[in-house]
């Protein structure tokens, strides 16, 4: 068997970039890998960048395991306008209405509607599909759990003298929708949104995804939110919004020419820091397939 083909067993930890779904980095992680067995524990948007847990082979069956750990994202929000997405990708209605400074961030359990153009599913189709397709969804409310919710800073925008700009760090359970949470503090829709981790599992361990064929560098889309506004972040104290990992990363043609290099987590390895990180917090991951 070559070298491309031979098994692997593992979770990879991913720096997804921002238009990139979890399928397509999923597929090609498989390609890459000559067909192997592969899946995610934890869909990210394709607005959203970050951390990504792609399991090869048999980490596959420890999925419900790995998808139970707590997330980290960090967000910066518009405050004084609305998105019907949640983020920049909707239509946007300025309303100058800013939340209270500071607002009051919800922790414990939550009750929550995730936002219409999102991956979940309704009747075995994304609802972010359906939306694009003009389809009014009533999104089914759901209890989440958020653990840390916290401001990390807030500022004038330097573009509209009527609006604002936060930074938010979000810790939270399985199933949570950080736009939700944004929006829900009237008025305000998410920037840019980077999981930062899952579990004990961190980004910046985390490798590009392999270049989807024919991959050319994205230019900067217009209106792109500022870097040196997550570069303030951290000077305040707060983790940055890192840099989405871009298409011309180096890293992705070396690792996608030589699969064996990247950085894959052995499934028992991963396994014993889940339940490290269960145990010191309290919770309870569920057990993986047999």
Same mark, same amino acid.
């Given at each position: 068997?070559?070298?491309? *083909?031979?098994?692997?067993?593992?979770?990879?930890?991913?720096?997804?970039?921002?238009?990139?779904?979890?399928?397509?980095?999923? $597929?090609?992680?498989?390609?890459? &890998?000559?067909?192997?067995?592969?899946?995610?524990?934890? +869909?990210?948007?394709?607005?959203?960048?970050?951390?990504?847990?792609? &399991?090869?082979?048999?980490?596959?069956?420890?999925?419900?395991?790995?998808?139970?750990?707590?997330?980290?994202?960090?967000?910066?929000?518009?405050?004084? !306008?609305?998105?019907?997405?949640?983020?920049?990708? *909707?239509?946007?209605?300025? +309303?100058?209405?800013?939340?209270?400074d500071p607002p009051a961030l919800p922790v414990g359990?939550?009750?929550?509607?995730?936002? /219409?153009?999102?991956?979940?599913?309704?009747?075995?189709?994304? /609802?972010?599909?359906?939306?694009?397709?003009?389809?009014?969804?009533?999104?089914?409310?759901?209890?989440?759990?958020?653990?840390?919710?916290?401001?990390?800073?807030?500022?004038?925008?330097?573009?509209?003298?009527?609006?604002?700009?936060? =930074?938010? &760090?979000?810790?939270?359970?399985?199933?949570?929708?950080?736009?939700?949470?944004?929006?829900?503090?009237?008025?305000?829709?998410?920037?840019?949104?980077?999981?930062? !981790?899952?579990?004990?599992?961190?980004?910046?361990?985390?490798?590009?995804?392999?270049?989807?064929?024919?991959?050319?560098?994205? /230019?900067?889309?217009?209106?792109?939110?500022?870097?040196?506004?997550?570069?303030?972040? $951290?000077?305040?104290?707060?983790?940055?919004?890192?840099?989405?990992?871009?298409?011309?990363?180096?890293?992705? $043609?070396?690792?996608?020419?030589?699969?064996?290099?990247?950085?894959?987590?052995?499934?028992?390895? =991963?396994?014993?820091? !889940?339940?490290?990180? $269960?145990?010191? +917090?309290?919770?309870?991951?569920?057990?993986?397939?047999?």
């Open positions: 068997m070559s070298e491309r *083909g031979r098994a692997h067993d593992g979770v990879l930890l991913v720096d997804k970039p921002a238009g990139m779904t979890s399928h397509d980095v999923v $597929a090609a992680v498989r390609r890459a &890998l000559g067909g192997a067995r592969t899946g995610h524990a934890g +869909t990210l948007d394709p607005f959203a960048t970050g951390l990504l847990l792609v &399991l090869v082979g048999r980490a596959t069956k420890a999925q419900s395991t790995l998808m139970g750990l707590r997330k980290r994202y960090e967000t910066v929000a518009q405050l004084g !306008a609305r998105s019907s997405t949640g983020d920049t990708e *909707g239509e946007i209605t300025l +309303t100058g209405r800013l939340p209270a359990e939550v009750r929550q509607r995730p936002p /219409a153009h999102s991956a979940v599913k309704i009747r075995g189709e994304r /609802a972010y599909r359906r939306a694009r397709r003009g389809e009014q969804l009533q999104m089914p409310e759901r209890t989440v759990t958020v653990h840390r919710f916290e401001q990390l800073w807030r500022e004038p925008d330097p573009r509209d003298a009527a609006l604002q700009r936060a =930074a938010y &760090l979000i810790e939270c359970g399985s199933g949570t929708y950080v736009r939700s949470l944004i929006a829900d503090l009237h008025d305000a829709y998410c920037l840019a949104l980077r999981r930062t !981790a899952i579990g004990p599992f961190d980004v910046r361990d985390a490798s590009p995804p392999p270049p989807r064929p024919r991959e050319r560098p994205r /230019a900067e889309a217009p209106g792109a939110v500022d870097p040196g506004a997550a570069s303030r972040a $951290a000077d305040r104290g707060g983790a940055s919004l890192a840099a989405d990992p871009a298409a011309v990363d180096p890293r992705a $043609a070396s690792l996608a020419a030589d699969p064996n290099a990247w950085p894959l987590i052995e499934l028992e390895r =991963a396994l014993e820091l !889940a339940r490290e990180f $269960a145990a010191a +917090t309290g919770e309870r991951p569920g057990a993986p397939r047999q």
